[in-house]
């Protein structure tokens, strides 16, 4: 069932059920008669009102998720360690013939312009992309929304964690990243 066309299933419901029932309502005695309508009426407010309930949490779950990705690409942006791991990262990648990301293992250790950044702020970074991935598994953000903005990144930190064999990750599995690799 598709979620554009809910408003007219919702219609086609409640309109038949006014159909089978419109002779019992009009051909019984009047008090008779007052139940049944009210009763309809009744149905027809539960089924009105259910639907705009899950209308309304449908669009704030929505509106929520936008939200929270927001804040992580905000703080992706303004954390100063993370955004160090980030620079340095795509400083020391290029792109070979086939359009392929390749690291440059001269510029890896031999950087003039970022300075290779520490383990703390490796390990920032690292558990920054944690968050966004249990945040996917969690369904708190759109998977492919953020494999479009983290996903090179991840890609790039765990091709440098690699070839770098730093105990900081042996410490973190990078099989934590599943979601966006």
């Not at 419901?13 to 008669?33: F, K, R």
């Not at 139940?35 to 149905?43: D, E, G, N, R, Y």
């Not at 009105?48 to 949490?57: H, L, Q, T, V």
Request: charged share 25%; proline share 1%; net charge neutral.
């Amino acid at each position: 069932m598709k979620k554009s066309y809910i408003h007219l299933y919702v219609l086609m419901i409640i309109l038949g059920i006014l159909v089978a029932t419109w002779e019992s309502i009009w051909d019984n005695t009047p008090a008779e008669t007052i139940m049944a309508a009210t009763l309809l009426l009744s149905i027809l407010s539960l089924i009105a009102n259910s639907y705009i309930a899950i209308e309304y949490a449908i669009e704030i779950r929505l509106e929520r998720r936008k939200r929270l990705f927001s804040d992580y690409c905000a703080r992706f942006s303004n954390d100063q360690s993370v955004r160090k791991v980030a620079e340095w990262l795509l400083n020391v990648s290029e792109l070979d013939s086939d359009g392929k990301v390749i690291i440059d293992s001269k510029k890896l250790k031999l950087n003039n312009n970022i300075g290779e950044p520490t383990l703390f702020e490796k390990g920032r970074f690292m558990d920054f992309l944690i968050e966004v991935n249990i945040q996917i598994i969690n369904k708190q953000i759109d998977k492919y929304d953020a494999r479009k903005i983290f996903s090179l990144y991840a890609k790039l930190f765990e091709y440098v964690t690699n070839s770098d064999n730093q105990t900081i990750y042996y410490k973190k599995d990078l099989s934590d990243l599943t979601e966006l690799l």
